[in-house]
T-cell receptor
Framework: NAGVMQNPRHLVRRRGQEARLRCSPM?????VYWYRQLPEEGLKFMVYLQKENIIDESGMPKERFSAEFPKEGPSILRIQQVVRGDSAAYFCASSGGGVPEQYFGPGTRLTVT | AQRVTQPEKLLSVFKGAPVELKCNYS??????LFWYVQYSRQRLQLLLRHISRESIKGFTADLNKGETSFHLKKPFAQEEDSAMYYCALHKGQGAQKLVFGQGTRLTINP
């Protein structure tokens, strides 16, 4: 079991471009969570998805950010028109069967220049 | 609202000394508490959950509901314990988000 996979590991975007971050959950897991870690801060929840459904997006910024977890393929966190303040590490986690333990991917480090 | 506080950003102890990483939480319900650890260049991994009441790598943590604390302890620190440690709270009902503290960077000096 390869665990939670994220790609790319590092992403550099210029201001105004779009960033797409991908997450493949652990085999057998159907719950995906995205967290953001700003420099010198802890992980902050963004969104929780199940296949084809957004369950909780209370941590998502109201504009420019969106997430999906299609029936087939990885979950995608999309940031449109990136700004410098979006520079952070974005972590994906997955869980299965409604249990609270979450397993994390290695993260994607986004740098906006 | 749920909140997790780790008051120490940095903690440094000598090898063989006892270690205690503090974690306090605020939540009116019955939460589940976790400790996650991130070793250098590795992903965040689950270390302990309070409900299992087990010892992992010599670490233990007891949930104290009266003091709303979930401190992580180890009687004799080892150099390989150097890492970032995050305390996290889960509302305890099915699959939901985790609320993390800011983390404590533990350094074990030889």
């Amino acid at each position: 079991n390869a665990g939670v996979m994220q790609n790319p590991r590092h992403l550099v975007r210029r201001r105004g471009q779009e960033a797409r971050l991908r997450c493949s959950p652990m085999k057998g897991h159907s719950h995906v969570y995205w967290y953001r870690q700003l420099p010198e801060e802890g992980l902050k929840f963004m969104v929780y998805l199940q296949k084809e459904n957004i369950i909780d997006e209370s941590g998502m910024p109201k504009e420019r950010f969106s997430a999906e977890f299609p029936k087939e393929g990885p979950s995608i966190l999309r940031i449109q028109q990136v700004v410098r303040g979006d520079s952070a590490a974005y972590f994906c986690a997955s869980s299965g069967g409604g249990v609270p333990e979450q397993y994390f991917g290695p993260g994607t480090r986004l740098t906006v220049t | 609202a749920q909140r997790v506080t780790q008051p120490e950003k940095l903690l440094s102890v000598f090898k063989g000394a006892p270690v205690e990483l503090k974690c306090n939480y605020s939540y009116s319900g019955s939460p589940e508490l976790f400790w996650y650890v991130q070793y250098s260049r590795q992903r965040l991994q689950l270390l302990l959950r309070h409900i299992s009441r087990e010892s992992i790598k010599g670490f233990t943590a007891d949930l104290n509901k009266g003091e709303t604390s979930f401190h992580l302890k180890k009687p004799f620190a080892q150099e390989e314990d150097s890492a970032m440690y995050y305390c996290a709270l889960h509302k305890g009902q099915g699959a939901q988000k985790l609320v993390f503290g800011q983390g404590t960077r533990l350094t074990i000096n030889p």
